[in-house]
Nanobody, 115 residues
Framework: QVQLVESGGGLVQAGGSLRLSCAASGSIFSINIMAWYRQAPGKQRELVAA???????TYTDSVKGRFTISRDNAKKAVYLQMNSLKPEDTAVYYC?????????WGQGTQVTVSS
């Protein structure tokens, strides 16, 4: 019943920017943690950034200073602004939300950064 729809992925040159969006729909009353994960071919899925309901953010070291996570509670959406993109950022990006005991994942969106 709950669905997360992602958008904003694509192909960009190194040094460029992309903005990922993820909107939740369904019977959701409140959302605790919202986050972005990514998975590159042959690698494990890793946490990129997370934001709590209180606005506290965390980032993996490799994206600090380049990526910014934000949320719009009224729209039940989470965003990831990605600047100064590098080829090593290439991966499928997944949004994630936690609602009490339940976890939900987006379908994934491909981000490809060329040299």
């Amino acid at each position: 019943q709950v669905q997360l729809v992602e958008s904003g992925g694509g192909l960009v040159q190194a040094g460029g920017s992309l903005r990922l969006s993820c909107a939740a729909s369904g019977s959701i009353f409140s959302i605790n943690i919202m986050a972005w994960y990514r998975q590159a071919p042959g690698k494990q899925r890793e946490l990129v950034a997370a934001i709590t309901s209180g606005g506290t953010t965390t980032y993996t070291d490799s994206v600090k200073g380049r990526f910014t996570i934000s949320r719009d509670n009224a729209k039940k959406a989470v965003y990831l602004q990605m600047n100064s993109l590098k080829p090593e950022d290439t991966a499928v990006y997944y949004c994630y939300i936690n609602v009490f005991r339940d976890n939900f994942w987006g379908q994934g969106t491909q981000v490809t950064v060329s040299s």
